[in-house]
T-cell receptor, first 112, second 115 residues
């Protein structure tokens, strides 16, 4: 069965500092990987996705993620965070029509 | 362009009352449709998905049911709500022709509180 682990429930980062959110997955075939962001009380917005090809994926809002098959990881990064980046971040994996498997999320707090 | 709607946005219901949440998609045909529940500290849990009218797959046995009476309409229901049904319910859709392109587009969600 597929699964996603986001080991950090909360992360606090100072505004302007770099960010890395961790994601590890378990999947039996070639994984399709996603990062979504959720602002309070809102739906989910796709930041980026990896299907194949270049293992470094660029997304919206200055985010990027790197797929590392040997480590079963798909960590999300941003070189300099802004206060507006405070939100809940979800990593997900999927490979068919039967939906995605999400991690439990990482709550990002930005300190001024 | 495609849009997805959910209503109501918030709902407060007593235990034992019925439930009906609606999701509609515009701008695409024969989408795959999904219901997720987000409970505090538990991430998103897939409840149901549908690849066509009248076709419903359930991921988790529970007090809820889903129906797809029309191509772009997906309904989540319950005959008698439990306290544990409280949560944030998200509807999502994907393109039907390439199931491997699993990018899901989410609606704004419904916040359900069962008292």
């Amino acid at each position: 069965a597929q699964s996603v682990t986001q080991p950090d429930i909360h992360i606090t980062v100072s505004e302007g500092a770099s960010l890395e959110l961790r994601c590890n997955y378990s999947y039996g075939a070639t994984p399709y990987l996603f990062w979504y962001v959720q602002s309070p009380g809102q739906g989910l917005q796709l930041l980026l996705k990896y299907f194949s090809g270049d293992t470094l994926v660029q997304g919206i809002k200055g985010f990027e993620a790197e797929f590392k098959r040997s480590q079963s990881s798909f960590n999300l990064r941003k070189p300099s965070v802004h206060w507006s980046d405070a939100a809940e971040y979800f990593c997900a994996v999927g490979g068919g029509a039967d939906g995605l498997t999400f991690g439990k999320g990482t709550h990002l707090i930005i300190q001024p | 362009s495609q849009t997805i709607h959910q209503w109501p946005a918030t709902l407060v219901q007593p235990v034992g009352s019925p439930l009906s949440l609606e999701c509609t998609v515009e701008g695409t045909s024969n989408p795959n449709l999904y219901w997720y529940r987000q409970a505090a500290g538990r991430g998103l849990q897939l409840l149901f998905y549908s690849v066509g009218i009248g076709q419903i797959s359930s991921e988790v046995p529970q007090n809820l049911s889903a129906s797809r009476p029309q191509d772009r309409q997906f309904i989540l229901s319950s005959k008698k709500l439990l306290l544990s049904d409280s949560g944030f319910y998200l509807c999502a859709w994907t393109y039907p022709r390439d199931p491997l392109d699993n990018e899901q587009f989410f609606g704004p969600g419904t916040r359900l509180t069962v008292l």
